[in-house]
Every structure is written in structure tokens, then in C-alpha cells.
């Protein structure tokens, strides 16, 4: 006989990995769930339990508002839980492989924690595959318990976009699913008492894992087409923003515009698909040659900002430069993937000095994951270029006219991501 599933009164919820997307749900299901947020980071547990979350996501009032969360490091803590949420990252590995080693690490902590009628729900994002193939079985091994028998295993992914204020995990729609038609319906009914915006409960986990990696890959093909057109419009002397200004009066004309992709999520992802596109002998094509596009767009920043400088007589070599902005996206502190790096690393192939500001991201942070020291306070004057690589408020605060001070006078100002108005600057991708 197979174990049965737990009511939703008698839930008991172990979300583990309290990062970005882990914290809100944490938070989200312990205002009506008993819940145990999990992180094999105690530093992290000891910040959360004084109700500070440095990631910005969860604030003070609403971590105490979720009355029925707990917080431990200690995985002896996850016994006597029965539904059990996996959060932990999905990176790549430096020949862009996926790294599965948190989520399996995840997977025997889940293992040692689960009983008969467990649940464990997985929403990192994965290929398609990943959960019953990579996980599951990790999961059989530790407990001892059978699959589908003895406990079950469902997929949601999250979409929440790090910052932004207006998307939060209860206004998206969330895709969920099971390992069993009862499972999907348990899983879904447990999603649908936290998410006001309601779930849509996918065929299969396959369908799901699916689903979630090629929203990111759409993203990342459509911002490659831009990039690439942005290229051959540079080429050929036209603007690309008026191009997509102009285009995108068509009511099909999608609006997507150039830019660095970075972040852990775009410029990850897709290496997900690919990784087991190619393990069943299919090579993708335009998947991968977006991919390439996007990730050559800083090194292509910095050489247009050292052709402008040549053009003024400015040499690259030894000049200062200033990059104000590290984080993968405004107005947040996360630097994973930034590709702001591939701008600082061409232009110091050059010899140039390069001083980078960022007043959202930890300075030890940066030093400790890219070894780049920032600068706190840009001085005025001392720059030959200065480049607005993340649109921080603070910057957008500034005008053009504010960035331009501490340039000399003479200085290039190359806009990234278009955010001064376009006569004020000497160049933008
Ligand atoms: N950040 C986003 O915007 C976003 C959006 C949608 C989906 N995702 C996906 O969600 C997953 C998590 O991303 P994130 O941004 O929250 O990551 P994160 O790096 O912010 O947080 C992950 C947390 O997991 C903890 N952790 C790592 N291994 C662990 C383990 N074995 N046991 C317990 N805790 C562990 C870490 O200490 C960290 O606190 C990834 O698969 C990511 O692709 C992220």
C-alpha cells in the first residue's frame, strides 16, 4: 500500500536553501504553514533569526509577520518535517556544465529527514529529467524509501526576478507538479493557499522542469538577436535604439533591448537545455550561439570605449577608467555572473587602470568572488572614460551631467544600458 500524503493541516514544511528564492517562500508559507527554513549556511541562519536578510528580498516587518517560521543549520532540525522544498543554486561549472553538487548535496539532507507520505518538491531550475533522475534516487538511497511508495517528489519553479518589488512570489502564476496525479493535486492545492495569482499544474515534472529552463532561454536568445543587431547597426553607423524605437511600433515587435547578460539565472540556464540536448545527441544551435552572443557583449563595450578614447588621442594604456556599477542588474546587490567583469578584464588587458562603483553590492563580496577592489567615493576629475555599466538609481540621479564630473575634461561617457539621455553621452551599445 502506498504511504499516504499529508493533509494541508498537517503540513510541515522544511524550505531548504534560504537564498533569494528561498527566503520569500519561507517566509510566504510560514505565515500559514509550520515551517523550517533550512540553510547549511549558519552565518545566514544567525542574520535571518535577528530578521535581516541581506539579500534585500524579505524585509524586518515581513520576517516577523511569518509567525510560524523557524530557521536552523542543524539538519537534525528537518526531522518531523513532511514536506520538504529544495531552494539551493544550480550553477555551471568553468566548462559550463551544469553543477548538480548542492542539489544532490540537498537531496541526501532530504534523505536523512524523510519519512513514509513525504513530499519533497524541488524549484531550482534544472533540465528537463533532473528531479526523478538526478535527485530521486539520491533520496531512495539515503531513506531507504521507495519512491512513489513510500514518499513523492513534485517540481515548482520560481520566477521571481531578484529587486524587482512589483513581480513577488505571490502575484506570479506558479507552475506546479507531481510525481503522481495525487501528488500534482497535493502539491498545486498546497502552492494555491499561498500565491494569490493561482498555479497552473503542468502534466508531469518533466513538463515543469521543461517549462521554467526555456523561459530563461527565450530571454536569452531574444536579448542575443538584439545584441547581434546591435553589432551590425554599430557597423553600420545607425542607432540601434532608434531601430527598436522605430520596430517596435508593430504590435509583434518584441520589446527586448541590447545589454550585458548576467546574473545567475539568463546567462545559466540555458547551459541546463543544452547539457541534455547534447547528452541525447542533439547539438543546439541557436541556443548556444545566443549564448556566445551575449557573453562576448562586455569585451565588445570595452574596446568601443578604448576606440573612442583612441579617436580623442586618449590612450587605454595606463588611463584611468571608471565603471560605475558591478551588479548583474540595477538597483540590487547580486553579483553572481555580473558580466560587468568581461568590461573590467578587456580594458585591463589594456593597461588601463580600472576603479569600479557600485553602492548596492558588498565591497568584500567582490573582492572575495572577482578579487576587484571598489572604490567608495569616485573623486571628481581624475577619470579619461567613465562607463554606466548598471543603471543604480543613484546614478540615474546624477544626469549625465553628474556622471561627466568625475571625468576630465575631455573624458569619454560610453551608457551602457541607455539610461542618460542619448545626446548626453558620447556613445551606448
Ligand atoms: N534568484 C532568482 O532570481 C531565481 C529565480 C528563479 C529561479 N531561481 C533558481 O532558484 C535556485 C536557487 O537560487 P537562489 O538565487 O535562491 O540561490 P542563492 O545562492 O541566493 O541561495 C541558495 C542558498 O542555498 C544554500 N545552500 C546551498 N547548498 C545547500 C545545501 N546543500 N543545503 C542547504 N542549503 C544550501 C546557500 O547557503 C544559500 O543560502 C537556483 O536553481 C536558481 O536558478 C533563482
Given amino acids: 500500500m502506498n504511504a499516504q500524503l499529508p493533509s494541508l493541516d498537517q503540513v510541515k514544511i522544511a524550505v531548504i536553501g534560504l537564498g533569494y528564492v528561498g527566503l520569500p517562500l519561507a517566509a510566504t508559507f510560514g505565515r500559514r504553514f509550520p515551517t523550517l527554513g533550512f540553510d547549511i549556511n549558519a552565518k545566514r541562519v544567525e542574520e535571518l533569526r535577528r530578521h535581516h536578510d541581506h539579500t534585500l528580498e524579505v524585509s524586518e516587518d515581513e520576517l516577523k509577520a511569518s509567525n510560524l517560521l523557524e530557521f536552523a543549520s542543524d539538519a537534525e532540525a528537518l526531522k518531523g518535517c513532511n514536506v520538504f522544498i529544495v531552494t539551493v543554486p544550480t550553477p555551471i561549472d568553468e566548462y559550463k556544465r551544469p553543477d548538480l553538487r548542492p542539489l544532490e548535496s540537498a537531496s541526501r539532507t532530504v534523505g536523512r529527514a524523510i519519512g513514509a507520505g513525504g513530499v519533497a518538491i524541488y524549484e531550482s531550475t534544472v533540465y528537463p529529467g533532473a528531479t526523478e533522475e538526478a535527485c530521486v534516487p539520491i533520496i531512495e538511497r539515503e531513506s531507504g524509501l521507495t519512491f512513489n511508495t513510500d514518499f513523492y517528489a513534485g517540481y515548482s519553479p520560481e520566477r521571481i526576478n531578484p529587486g524587482d518589488k512589483q513581480h513577488r512570489l505571490e502575484t506570479i502564476t506558479k507552475v506546479t507538479s507531481g510525481s503522481t496525479p495525487e501528488v500534482a493535486d497535493f502539491v498545486d492545492a498546497l502552492y494555491r493557499s499561498i500565491i494569490h495569482a493561482g498555479t497552473h499544474k503542468a502534466s508531469s515534472i518533466r513538463v515543469a522542469e521543461a517549462a521554467k529552463v526555456i523561459e530563461n532561454t527565450q530571454r536569452d536568445v531574444n536579448i542575443a538577436l538584439i545584441n547581434e543587431l546591435a553589432l551590425i547597426f554599430h557597423r553600420l553607423g545607425i542607432d540601434t535604439h532608434e531601430v527598436l524605437e522605430a520596430a517596435g511600433t508593430k504590435w509583434n515587435f518584441l520589446p527586448f533591448r541590447p545589454g550585458l547578460v548576467g546574473g545567475h539565472c539568463i546567462g545559466v540556464d540555458p547551459y541546463y537545455l543544452t547539457h541534455k540536448a547534447q ?39 595606463r588611463s584611468n577608467i571608471l565603471i560605475l556599477g558591478l551588479a548583474f542588474k540595477e538597483n540590487c546587490p547580486d553579483l ?7 568590461i ?86
Fill in 344 to 429: 573590467v578584464a578587456e580594458l585591463k588587458s589594456y593597461n588601463a587602470n580600472v576603479h569600479i562603483h557600485d553602492p548596492w553590492v558588498s565591497a568584500k563580496e567582490a573582492h572575495e568572488e572577482y578579487g576587484l577592489d571598489l572604490v567608495e567615493t569616485p573623486d571628481p576629475g581624475q577619470y579619461d572614460a567613465v562607463i554606466l555599466a548598471v543603471s543604480h538609481r543613484e546614478f540615474i540621479a546624477l544626469g549625465a551631467e553628474g556622471v561627466r564630473k568625475f571625468g576630465k575634461p575631455g573624458a569619454v561617457l560610453f551608457d551602457v544600458k541607455r539610461a542618460l539621455p542619448r545626446a548626453e553621452v558620447d556613445d551606448s551599445l
Fill in 279 to 317: 547528452q541525447i545527441g542533439y547539438h543546439p544551435d541557436v541556443i548556444l550561439a545566443g549564448r556566445r552572443i551575449n557573453d562576448g557583449m562586455g569585451g565588445h563595450v570595452a574596446q568601443r570605449v578604448a576606440k573612442l578614447m583612441g579617436q580623442r588621442g586618449l590612450q587605454t594604456t
Fill in 336 to 342: 553572481r555572473n555580473t558580466r560587468v567583469v568581461d
